[in-house]
């Protein structure tokens, strides 16, 4: 029985490759996202605690000096969740793309996928007839043997 053999397989192999590759790209930038993330709501809770020290520090004996300092460190917070925030927006974007470039090659995985599938079934039709020619040509020869014995 013959074997098949797809002419373009070493295509199909390189497509599986660069699936893979496009999975772990796509995993490291999620995780990348999720840091980012992660670092934007500890600097936010950090934010809001020197926010109730400042309330605290309202309350009874006032200390300038404490308060201003809070303030500051409240405006540096800030300053730090912004230029947070915008790392999460370009981490966002990195998994968009990510994700874009992974659709991408599955598209053409499958594709290649495809046309693999395609030639198997050509060439299992052409095994099949291949097949049945054998049998006619078999068939043919009892049929003529026998016709010749009688």
């Known amino acids: ?6 002419r373009m397989q070493s295509i199909l192999d390189i497509k599986y490759k660069l699936e893979e590759q496009e999975k772990t790209a796509f995993g490291i930038a999620s995780q990348r996202l999720q840091e ?9 809770l950090r ?14 004996k006032i200390d300038v000096r404490a308060i201003h300092e809070n303030k500051h460190a409240i405006d540096v917070m800030k300053t730090m969740i912004r230029d947070q925030i915008t790392r999460v927006h370009v981490a966002e974007k990195n998994v968009e793309l990510a994700r874009n470039r992974l659709n991408a090659v599955m598209v053409e995985r499958k594709a290649h996928e495809k046309l693999r599938e395609k030639a198997f079934e050509e060439f299992q039709a052409e095994l099949a007839a291949e097949e049945a020619k054998e049998i006619d040509q078999l068939v043919s020869f009892t049929y003529h043997d026998r016709a010749q014995q009688e």
């Open 47 to 60: 934010r809001m605690e020197y926010e109730k020290r400042a309330g605290e520090l309202a309350v009874g």
């Open 1 to 6: 029985m013959a074997k098949f053999v797809y």
């Open 36 to 44: 980012e993330n992660q670092k934007l709501q500890q600097l936010m």
